[in-house]
């Protein structure tokens, strides 16, 4: 329930902050929770006692409203203060039912003035409407950077008085205004440069005069597919110059942290309720694998070799050319990461990365240990919601003392752009017991001091420490040479970063580090060496392809790929060579390394024996190289292993763009094998249309194994893309038989294509009742005057059984250019009695809110029977129930469990991201909160028809549509003529007032129970 306060109240609610504060005992005497009422807990003064703790550390509250409220990001700067994005204009639009500060949201500094470990002081850097909602806040010396589609903002406070004196645009053009998967906050990176990120919103980058940047190797940045798309992630001169595209194909890849070695990490998030959230360690310039990397089709589009596990699946991780992910965690809202590279901290959290996921109101560590090229990772909590599940982290920072600060947007859901509360939000610090909270001054005006400086875990610190020591130069040497000899690696790395930039010295600092016993910072030295474009890269290089180590020999890999040098193949061909066929780690650094020239690499490693090693295999198929396209071939019908081993093979063709492929699949046709025909039906299902319709040899093939496919998702594929008009009677049974799966639409529109309306006119005049109210269901998936005049011919007939009837009204108000015309038989009092109930819930569950809203009030049934959300919240419901009333009612568009209609988001921990005063909120207005990649959108096409659904996938000629009820859809792209996105929430605006009090109780205490981790049972 939002809990919105006016401007007026919150000026005289900060009145008495600092009181509030003062007051506050340090220390937390333990709270029996189960005493307190749901308002009591969620009162500043009990915040820390709803949280459980990690052993060691204890979390105070530095800060909570009415001092801070629904901060969005953090940093903290080298005195300590904690700067936030407080964002109280949250995507407006779309909760139209909370307040609006005019004058647009604020960056706020909050300060512990007397050292008791409380803020006491709260100013306002800035305020204004051009960062409202924004993502993302650095502080870098003087200046501060705030992410903030369409804008990337640098603030100069040039007097030191907390007001900034100058206002300029960074990057501009960016996507995603007023949403989640935008552009994120900016990190400073040992290289003196900074790293950041979008989410597949963001779209692209353009420079502050509005031109589109073009990156160091020549291409645009956006996502266009040539070569990016969806969520990116950069590194940049500090000016904005020199811009890297370091990775592409994330979803809502959120705040990159980048450790001493010049190593990144990050998250990202999938699309909700796939339990595929994942932690990312970057191979630079690599595909992740949100989309097609060619096609740009979703994940759950059909491919060849489809992953099993969806979370897998989710991130195309069978595909030649996709990233492997370090760690999946399950369902969540994954926010700000940083790694941890103070000594504060128990030992487990040191040189760790730390994260906080709003979704499952929790912050963690991902400790990580090395695994050949790779890493593998595990979960160690430091924070957790348990008795609080509006606990919603949304960033961390490591303040100078090295203590954790933690943002908490505090609210009772998280995700679909939902803002539940308005009046609340707390910063948390996270410390060993009995440390008090405390920052030195910084001091950077020698090169000693710097040098003390640049060993910060603060980030702003570092900054500072960095830039005086850069431009002292050969000043510095002497006190940076001393950090060579420190016991903490890291820090002799962030040393040579800073001493290969001394002049003359750049050979002397890489051949150093390039040597040292540490793989760490052998493989820094090579970073090193990448950054500052030394001219004899390409000799660093061959010496370290010999490397013990794989994972400075991964390094290597991915600087051949821009290596401008002769010696570029071999020094590939030697990396290759040590491949052992067990690491995709490796594997892929190859194939970034070897992708702009693969196939001079991928010769020179032939000649070299490449294909005698163990891994030659896994190289030929990860290859885009022409000349693999042969012994791609081969592997693909190799039959001593099983066709599902070969599978892997035949997806890899759709990764070489040469013609030359048509023709060695067109060979596999007729080839002798144990499993021929499985071989045929892969092999026609990757040669291009072109081929089989030039080549009648083949077209017969196809033909002659259309028969053994009906029913199939390629059967359906040969029969559209051919117009085979003979296969009618085995698309009525597929439409028929299975009108909700993904080709059963598919099916009747060819039948309508191929054959007309009499066609089924003639069908439902069978005297199986049954079989017509399965036409008429099938039906829906048609457009047209002359479609919708059957339906509402049929539901007046009387001489027609009442089963059929209902079924033929429920047609005629589904979809978008029909429901009007129910609603106006409605209104006009011209629906039988008979059929008043199913009209009536045909238009709740109606596709426009006009629509819905409408109907509601024809059944007089408004909110007001079921009480406030509050109210709700306190009565008790069954859970065994709920999950009836699941089944009945929302499982036609929600799986759970691998059981429903894929049609809105996966709920099946779903109780992890929303408490129950958000699944209220969800089911009662979901025009509040549409989760990403479920927005509607109305489809015209050239012929007219308009289509109401949310797009599934998208290529570059064609969209895929899913509309209510779970059925998919292609639409050729030169086909539509709009695509419009819609105002209000596909899912049904009103439903909850077909349910009683009691029903909607318990179907929330059934949603609420559905954890990652809950009993079977329950779930």
């Given at each position: 329930?939002?809990?919105?306060i006016?401007?007026f109240?919150?000026?005289?609610?900060?009145s008495?902050?600092?009181?509030f504060?003062?007051?506050?005992?340090?220390?937390?005497?333990?709270?029996?929770?189960?005493?307190?009422?749901?308002?009591?807990?969620?009162?500043?003064e009990?915040?820390?006692?709803?949280?459980?703790?990690?052993?060691?550390?204890?979390?105070?509250?530095?800060?909570?409203?009415?001092?801070?409220m629904?901060?969005?990001?953090?940093?903290v700067?080298?005195?300590?203060?904690?700067?936030?994005?407080?964002?109280?204009?949250?995507?407006?639009?779309?909760?139209?039912?909370n307040?609006?500060?005019?004058?647009?949201?604020?960056?706020?500094?909050?300060?512990?003035?007397?050292?008791?470990?409380?803020?006491?002081?709260?100013?306002?850097?800035?305020?204004?409407?051009?960062?409202?909602?924004?993502l993302?806040?650095?502080?870098?010396?003087?200046?501060?950077?705030?992410?903030?589609?369409?804008?990337?903002?640098i603030?100069?406070?040039?007097?030191?008085?907390?007001?900034?004196?100058k206002?300029?645009?960074?990057?501009?053009?960016?996507?995603?205004?007023?949403?989640?998967?935008?552009?994120?906050?900016?990190?400073?990176?040992?290289?003196?440069?900074?790293?950041?990120?979008?989410?597949?919103?963001?779209?692209?980058?353009?420079?502050?005069?509005?031109?589109?940047?073009?990156?160091?190797?020549?291409?645009?940045?956006?996502?266009?597919g040539?070569?990016?798309?969806?969520?990116?992630?950069?590194?940049?001169?500090?000016?904005?110059?020199?811009?890297?595209?370091?990775?592409?194909?994330?979803?809502n890849?959120?705040?990159?942290?980048?450790?001493?070695?010049?190593?990144?990490?990050?998250?990202?998030?999938d699309?909700?309720?796939?339990?595929?959230?994942?932690?990312?360690?970057?191979?630079?310039?690599g595909n992740?694998?949100?989309?097609?990397?060619?096609t740009?089709?979703?994940?759950?589009?059909?491919?060849?070799?489809?992953?099993?596990?969806?979370?897998?699946?989710?991130?195309?991780?069978?595909?030649?050319?996709?990233?492997?992910?370090?760690?999946?965690?399950?369902a969540?809202?994954?926010?700000g990461?940083?790694v941890?590279?103070?000594?504060?901290l128990?030992?487990?959290?040191?040189?760790?990365?730390?994260?906080?996921?709003?979704g499952?109101?929790v912050?963690?560590?991902?400790?990580?240990?090395?695994?050949?090229?790779?890493?593998?990772?595990?979960?160690?909590n430091?924070?957790?919601?348990?008795?609080?599940?509006?606990?919603?982290?949304?960033?961390?920072?490591?303040?100078?003392?090295?203590?954790?600060?933690?943002?908490?947007?505090?609210?009772?859901?998280?995700?679909?752009?939902?803002?539940?509360?308005?009046?609340?939000?707390?910063?948390?610090?996270?410390?060993?017991?009995?440390?008090?909270?405390?920052?030195?001054?910084?001091?950077?005006?020698?090169?000693?001091?710097?040098?003390?400086?640049?060993?910060?875990?603060?980030?702003?610190?570092?900054?500072?420490a960095?830039t005086?020591?850069?431009?002292?130069?050969?000043?510095?040497?002497?006190?940076?040479?001393?950090?060579?000899?420190?016991?903490?690696?890291?820090m002799?790395?962030?040393?040579?970063?800073?001493?290969?930039?001394?002049?003359?010295?750049?050979?002397?600092?890489?051949?150093?580090?390039?040597?040292d016993?540490?793989?760490?910072?052998?493989l820094?030295?090579?970073?090193?060496?990448?950054?500052?474009?030394?001219?004899?890269?390409?000799?660093?290089?061959?010496?370290?392809?010999?490397?013990?180590?794989?994972?400075?020999?991964?390094?290597?890999?991915?600087?051949?790929?821009?290596l401008?040098?002769?010696?570029?193949?071999?020094?590939?061909?030697d990396?290759?060579?040590?491949?052992n066929?067990k690491?995709r780690w490796?594997l892929e650094?190859?194939?970034?390394?070897?992708?702009?020239?693969?196939?001079?690499?991928?010769?020179?490693?032939?000649?070299?024996?490449?294909?005698?090693?163990?891994?030659?295999?896994?190289?030929?198929?990860?290859?885009?190289?022409?000349?693999?396209?042969?012994?791609?071939?081969?592997l693909?019908?190799?039959g001593?292993g099983?066709?599902?081993?070969?599978?892997?093979?035949?997806?890899?063709?759709?990764?070489?763009?040469?013609?030359?492929?048509?023709?060695?699949?067109?060979?596999?046709l007729?080839?002798?094998?144990?499993?021929?025909?499985?071989?045929?039906?892969?092999?026609?299902?990757?040669?291009?249309?072109?081929?089989?319709?030039?080549?009648?040899?083949v077209?017969?093939?196809?033909?002659?194994?259309?028969?053994?496919?009906?029913?199939?998702?390629?059967?359906?594929?040969?029969?559209?893309?051919?117009?085979?008009?003979d296969?009618?009677?085995?698309?009525?049974?597929?439409?028929?038989q299975?009108?909700?799966?993904?080709?059963?639409?598919?099916?009747?529109?060819?039948?309508?294509?191929?054959?007309?309306?009499?066609?089924?006119?003639?069908?439902?005049?069978?005297?199986?009742?049954?079989?017509?109210?399965?036409?008429l269901?099938?039906m829906?998936?048609?457009?047209?005057?002359?479609?919708?005049?059957?339906?509402k011919?049929?539901?007046?007939?009387?001489?027609?059984?009442?089963?059929v009837?209902?079924?033929?009204?429920?047609?005629?108000?589904?979809?978008w250019?029909?429901?009007n015309?129910l609603?106006?038989?409605?209104?006009?009092?011209?629906?039988?009695?008979?059929?008043?109930?199913?009209?009536?819930y045909?238009?709740?569950?109606?596709?426009?809110?006009?629509?819905?809203?409408?109907?509601?009030?024809?059944?007089?049934?408004?909110?007001?029977?079921?009480?406030?959300?509050?109210?709700?919240?306190?009565?008790?419901?069954?859970?065994?129930?709920?999950a009836?009333?699941?089944?009945?009612?929302?499982?036609?568009?929600?799986?759970?469990?691998?059981?429903?209609?894929?049609?809105g988001?996966?709920?099946?921990?779903?109780?992890?991201?929303?408490?129950?005063?958000?699944?209220?909120?969800?089911?009662?207005?979901?025009?509040?909160?549409?989760?990403?990649?479920?927005?509607?959108?109305?489809?015209?096409?050239?012929?007219?028809?308009?289509i109401?659904?949310?797009?599934?996938?998208?290529?570059?000629d064609?969209?895929?549509?899913?509309?209510?009820?779970?059925?998919?859809?292609?639409?050729?792209?030169k086909?539509?003529?709009?695509?419009?996105?819609?105002?209000?929430?596909?899912?049904?605006?009103?439903?909850?007032?077909?349910?009683?009090?009691?029903?909607?109780?318990?179907?929330?205490?059934?949603?609420?129970?559905?954890?990652?981790g809950?009993?079977?049972?329950?779930?």
């Amino acid at each position: 329930m939002a809990k919105n306060i006016s401007m007026f109240k919150r000026a005289i609610a900060l009145s008495i902050a600092a009181a509030f504060f003062t007051h506050c005992s340090t220390e937390t005497p333990p709270v029996d929770r189960s005493i307190l009422t749901e308002a009591q807990k969620r009162l500043p003064e009990y915040a820390v006692s709803g949280l459980e703790v990690a052993d060691g550390l204890e979390a105070t509250l530095f800060a909570a409203e009415p001092m801070i409220m629904n901060p969005t990001n953090i940093d903290v700067d080298p005195r300590g203060r904690v700067w936030v994005c407080e964002a109280f204009n949250y995507r407006s639009e779309l909760n139209p039912g909370n307040e609006v500060d005019a004058k647009g949201d604020k960056i706020v500094i909050l300060e512990d003035t007397n050292g008791d470990g409380k803020a006491d002081s709260r100013k306002i850097f800035y305020q204004g409407t051009d960062i409202n909602a924004a993502l993302g806040i650095g502080v870098f010396g003087n200046k501060v950077i705030v992410s903030c589609s369409p804008n990337v903002f640098i603030f100069t406070d040039e007097d030191g008085d907390d007001v900034p004196d100058k206002k300029e645009v960074l990057f501009t053009g960016l996507g995603g205004v007023q949403h989640d998967h935008a552009i994120h906050s900016f990190t400073f990176g040992p290289d003196g440069k900074f790293y950041f990120n979008f989410g597949n919103a963001g779209d692209q980058l353009l420079d502050k005069d509005g031109n589109p940047i073009v990156d160091m190797v020549g291409n645009e940045v956006n996502g266009s597919g040539n070569p990016y798309r969806q969520g990116m992630l950069f590194r940049c001169d500090t000016d904005g110059s020199n811009m890297e595209v370091l990775g592409f194909n994330f979803r809502n890849n959120y705040e990159p942290a980048v450790d001493s070695y010049g190593s990144i990490w990050q998250s990202d998030n999938d699309d909700d309720g796939n339990r595929g959230v994942r932690i990312n360690f970057i191979l630079e310039y690599g595909n992740y694998g949100f989309t097609d990397e060619f096609t740009g089709a979703s994940w759950s589009t059909r491919r060849t070799n489809m992953e099993k596990e969806i979370p897998l699946r989710h991130w195309h991780q069978n595909d030649p050319g996709s990233v492997p992910n370090l760690l999946q965690t399950g369902a969540g809202s994954p926010t700000g990461m940083i790694v941890y590279e103070g000594d504060l901290l128990p030992e487990r959290f040191r040189n760790q990365m730390i994260h906080t996921d709003a979704g499952p109101n929790v912050v963690r560590a991902y400790p990580v240990e090395k695994k050949g090229a790779g890493y593998t990772a595990s979960i160690v909590n430091i924070l957790k919601g348990n008795d609080d599940p509006w606990f919603r982290p949304s960033d961390v920072c490591v303040a100078p003392d090295g203590s954790l600060f933690v943002a908490d947007w505090y609210d009772p859901g998280v995700g679909g752009h939902q803002m539940g509360d308005q009046a609340q939000g707390r910063i948390y610090r996270v410390a060993p017991k009995g440390v008090d909270y405390e920052a030195e001054k910084v001091n950077v005006s020698s090169a000693e001091a710097a040098v003390k400086s640049l060993q910060s875990p603060n980030m702003g610190t570092r900054y500072l420490a960095w830039t005086a020591l850069e431009a002292m130069g050969s000043e510095a040497e002497a006190a940076l040479k001393g950090l060579l000899n420190s016991s903490n690696p890291r820090m002799k790395a962030r040393a040579l970063w800073l001493l290969a930039r001394i002049d003359g010295k750049t050979d002397e600092y890489i051949q150093l580090a390039t040597s040292d016993p540490d793989e760490n910072i052998r493989l820094t030295g090579l970073k090193i060496a990448r950054s500052l474009q030394v001219k004899n890269l390409d000799d660093y290089l061959a010496k370290a392809a010999s490397d013990k180590s794989p994972q400075v020999r991964r390094e290597v890999a991915i600087a051949v790929r821009y290596l401008d040098s002769p010696k570029a193949v071999d020094i590939w061909t030697d990396l290759a060579l040590q491949y052992n066929g067990k690491d995709r780690w490796y594997l892929e650094a190859l194939g970034i390394g070897a992708d702009p020239r693969g196939e001079e690499f991928f010769k020179n490693w032939i000649e070299k024996g490449g294909l005698e090693k163990p891994g030659a295999n896994d190289i030929v198929w990860r290859s885009r190289a022409k000349s693999a396209l042969p012994m791609l071939a081969k592997l693909a019908t190799n039959g001593e292993g099983s066709m599902h081993d070969n599978l892997r093979y035949f997806r890899a063709f759709d990764f070489h763009k040469d013609p030359s492929k048509d023709n060695l699949l067109a060979s596999m046709l007729t080839i002798k094998h144990p499993q021929q025909d499985s071989i045929k039906i892969l092999a026609l299902s990757h040669i291009s249309p072109e081929k089989i319709n030039s080549d009648p040899a083949v077209n017969k093939i196809m033909r002659g194994s259309l028969a053994q496919m009906k029913g199939t998702p390629t059967y359906m594929d040969w029969v559209k893309r051919y117009q085979l008009r003979d296969q009618v009677p085995s698309l009525v049974s597929i439409y028929t038989q299975s009108p909700k799966s993904e080709f059963g639409p598919e099916a009747i529109k060819l039948v309508h294509q191929f054959e007309g309306i009499d066609f089924f006119k003639k069908q439902l005049q069978q005297k199986d009742n049954e079989k017509v109210i399965e036409t008429l269901n099938a039906m829906t998936n048609l457009w047209g005057p002359e479609v919708w005049n059957t339906f509402k011919e049929i539901s007046l007939d009387e001489s027609r059984d009442l089963a059929v009837r209902k079924a033929a009204i429920k047609a005629y108000g589904t979809g978008w250019s029909t429901e009007n015309n129910l609603l106006d038989m409605a209104l006009a009092n011209e629906v039988p009695e008979e059929l008043k109930e199913t009209a009536m819930y045909t238009l709740l569950n109606g596709i426009k809110s006009s629509v819905r809203k409408e109907a509601a009030k024809m059944l007089a049934a408004g909110d007001t029977k079921f009480g406030s959300i509050e109210e709700l919240v306190a009565l008790d419901g069954s859970a065994t129930n709920g999950a009836a009333m699941f089944e009945r009612v929302c499982s036609t568009c929600h799986v759970v469990n691998n059981k429903g209609t894929q049609f809105g988001p996966q709920l099946s921990e779903i109780g992890d991201k929303l408490g129950k005063e958000g699944l209220y909120k969800a089911i009662m207005y979901p025009d509040a909160g549409i989760s990403f990649g479920y927005e509607g959108f109305l489809i015209t096409t050239a012929a007219g028809e308009k289509i109401a659904g949310y797009i599934s996938s998208e290529t570059n000629d064609a969209l895929e549509v899913t509309v209510i009820g779970g059925a998919k859809t292609r639409y050729a792209k030169k086909d539509i003529v709009s695509k419009e996105p819609l105002e209000n929430s596909l899912m049904p605006t009103g439903l909850h007032n077909a349910f009683t009090q009691q029903e909607l109780v318990d179907l929330v205490a059934y949603l609420s129970s559905l954890k990652n981790g809950a009993p079977v049972a329950a779930r």
